[in-house]
């Protein structure tokens, strides 16, 4: 609850440059592939709890949400101009295989902003691979890895520190 009583409206924007999440050799395994993803809380007591399908955009844009109000941060409407905008610019998500690995890159910048000023940002990235042994398992394996370190890896508090609205 370190950011209690902030609110903050949320938007999530693509500007990846190829908005294909698999590379041309990981496609292969995944010809079926309609950009849907199912998103799941693992609680503390390590109970999972499905949240539903949605798409990329959708998947940031939830997670961001939710870690968000777990730190105490109320989330308004997006159309709701007197509330700070908290804003994920997603430059880059990749899968691929390559010398039977999977492959992932992550990044995106993070920003904080008032009447359109850009207040605080940061950037993240992250990479990670696992072995190929049968079928697609270690590709949303790898997937699920990196989304999760990626998400955690901003640091939400020091954001709004840097904006001056917490201590």
């Known amino acids: 609850q370190a950011l209690d009583g902030l609110r903050a409206r949320v938007q999530v924007k693509d500007l990846?440059?190829?908005?294909?999440?698999?590379?041309?050799?990981?496609?292969?395994?995944?010809?079926?592939?309609?950009?849907?993803?199912?998103?799941?809380?693992?609680?503390?007591?390590?109970?999972?709890?499905?949240?539903?399908?949605?798409d990329l955009q959708g998947l940031f844009q939830e997670a961001f949400?939710?870690?968000?109000?777990?730190?105490?941060?109320?989330?308004?409407?997006?159309?709701?101009?007197?509330?700070?905008?908290?804003?994920?610019?997603?430059?880059?998500?990749?899968?691929?295989?390559?010398?039977?690995?999977?492959m992932v890159q992550a990044s995106y910048e993070a920003n904080l902003s008032m009447d359109n000023q850009l207040v605080a940002r940061q950037i993240i990235s992250g990479s990670?691979?696992?072995?190929?042994?049968?079928?697609?398992?270690?590709?949303?394996?790898?997937?699920?890895e990196i989304f999760t370190d990626v998400i955690n890896k901003l640091d939400i508090v020091k954001l709004f520190r840097q904006a001056k609205w917490v201590r």
């Open 65 to 102: 949400e939710k870690r968000l109000e777990l730190l105490g941060v109320e989330i308004a409407p997006y159309t709701d101009d007197d509330a700070p905008q908290f804003q994920i610019l997603l430059n880059t998500m990749k899968i691929d295989l390559k010398e039977r690995k999977w």
């Open 16 to 54: 990846r440059d190829d908005k294909k999440i698999f590379g041309p050799t990981a496609a292969n395994d995944f010809k079926q592939f309609n950009d849907r993803y199912h998103l799941a809380w693992t609680e503390a007591d390590k109970e999972r709890l499905s949240v539903g399908e949605t």
């Open 128 to 144: 990670a691979e696992r072995v190929k042994i049968v079928g697609r398992k270690g590709a949303d394996t790898t997937l699920s």
